[in-house]
Structures are given as structure tokens and as C-alpha cells.
């Protein structure tokens, strides 16, 4: 069955600093892969997607992504973190076809230090 | 503007009654889910429909209950059988004939059961 692993429930990190927010999947072929960013409170936003080709993805508020078959990861990077960004993030796993479900992570807290 | 609607964004309700929870999109998307987020447990799939008139569990489908009579419309029933109903409950719907299992969400709707 498939699954996906968020290692780091909260991770804290300067304002202006770099991030990067790990995720580990388990599936058996090349999974369709998300990343989604939740406000307190509020729904799922879509930051970016991976289906196939390039593996470093670029997604919305700066985001990107790198796809790495060998390591079965799926990390999500930023170069330079805003105190907007303060959010729980949700790496997620679907097949790679059709209408069908998807396997969610735990998620991560990112805190973002003044 | 396009997009997913969930009311009420807070719900109130007494031990042992039923209730209903709104999920409307005007996406034009065939597929539709409902989640369950708990603190620290992440997405839990309660049910999902990829059709009108057709729906399958998930998951965490006891003492929840579902229809789709319209493509835009999916409302979740909680019902007294469900042991631990206080949540945070979302919709989200998929993107008709694009092949993917990308999911768009809803704003959610807070469930506080006393």
C-alpha cells in the first residue's frame, strides 16, 4: 500500500532564510506527486505538482520541488522564507492516472523566527 | 468566480443528533472527496464519488454517510454512529478529463459535537 512520511512534524526558520521540507514516499511505479499548504483554518492550497519529465518543479509563492526516483523523495525547497509562509504543509501521492484518491502525509509546521 | 463551497465554516451540534455538512463546486469537476483533519493525523478519507449517483468509502466511512443526485453538489451526513465527530472536515473535487488525481479544496468546515 502506498504511503507518504513527513520526518518533521514542526520545523522552525529565520525570516529570509533557506527551507526545505522533506517528504519520503512509498508506492510501486511512479507515483503522481503534490505538495499543498493549509493557513490555520482554512482549506488545502496547491503549491505545485510532479507528473513527469523535469524533475524540479516550480510552483506558486516561490516553491519548488525536487523529484529524486532513487531516494523515493519529494522535497520541497524555497530560497528565501516570508513570515507569510507560516503554514502547515502536506506532501501528498496519487497514481499516476485518472480520477483517483490520494495519500496524504501528516504534514509539517514551518514557524517562521523573526 | 469558480470554486468550492463549504457552509456552514462553523457547526454546532448536540450528542446524538445528525447532521449535514454543504459541499458545492461549480468546477464542472466529475470527482469529489470529503476528508477528515484531526491535529497531528493529517487528510483521512471519509468518502469519495467519481460519478453522479456513485460513491465509494474510504477509509474512515463509519457513521458517515453520503449522496451525489448533482455533479455539483456532495454533502456529508454525520450521524450519531460516528464516536468522535468534533473535526475539521474538507471537500475537494478533481479536474475533469485531464487524466490527473489532482484535488482542489474547499475552506472547510469546523464540526464541534458537545
Known amino acids: 500500500a502506498q504511503s507518504v512520511t513527513q520526518p518533521d512534524i514542526h520545523i522552525t526558520v529565520s525570516e529570509g532564510a533557506s527551507l526545505e521540507l522533506r517528504c519520503n514516499y512509498s508506492?510501486?511505479?511512479?507515483?503522481?506527486l503534490f505538495w499543498y499548504v493549509q493557513s490555520p483554518g482554512q482549506g488545502l492550497q496547491l503549491l505545485l505538482k510532479?507528473?513527469?519529465?523535469?524533475?524540479l518543479v516550480q510552483g506558486i509563492k516561490g516553491f519548488e520541488a525536487e523529484f529524486k526516483r532513487s531516494q523515493s523523495s519529494f522535497n520541497l525547497r524555497k530560497p528565501s522564507v516570508h513570515w507569510s509562509d507560516a503554514a502547515e504543509y502536506f506532501c501528498?501521492?496519487?497514481?499516476?492516472?485518472?480520477?483517483?484518491?490520494?495519500?496524504f502525509g501528516k504534514g509539517t509546521m514551518l514557524l517562521v523566527s523573526p | 468566480d469558480g470554486g468550492i463551497t463549504q457552509s456552514p465554516k462553523y457547526l454546532f451540534r448536540k450528542e446524538g443528533q445528525n447532521v449535514t455538512l454543504s459541499c458545492e463546486q461549480n468546477?464542472?469537476?466529475?470527482?469529489m472527496y470529503w476528508y477528515r483533519q484531526d491535529p497531528g493525523q493529517g487528510l483521512r478519507l471519509i468518502y469519495y464519488?467519481?460519478?453522479?449517483?456513485?460513491?465509494q468509502k474510504g477509509d474512515i466511512a463509519e457513521g458517515y454517510s453520503v449522496s451525489r443526485e448533482k455533479k455539483e453538489s456532495f454533502p456529508l451526513t454525520v450521524t450519531s454512529a460516528q464516536k468522535n465527530p468534533t473535526a475539521f472536515y474538507l471537500c475537494?473535487?478533481?479536474?475533469?478529463?485531464?487524466?490527473?488525481?489532482?484535488?482542489?479544496f474547499g475552506p472547510g468546515t469546523r464540526l464541534t459535537v458537545t
Open positions: 475537494a473535487s478533481t479536474p475533469s478529463g485531464t487524466g490527473t488525481s489532482e484535488q482542489y
Open positions: 508506492y510501486g511505479a511512479t507515483p503522481y
Open positions: 510532479y507528473f513527469s519529465g523535469d524533475t
Open positions: 501528498a501521492v496519487g497514481p499516476p492516472s485518472g480520477y483517483s484518491t490520494l495519500t
Open positions: 468546477l464542472n469537476h466529475d470527482a
Open positions: 464519488s467519481q460519478i453522479v449517483n456513485d460513491f
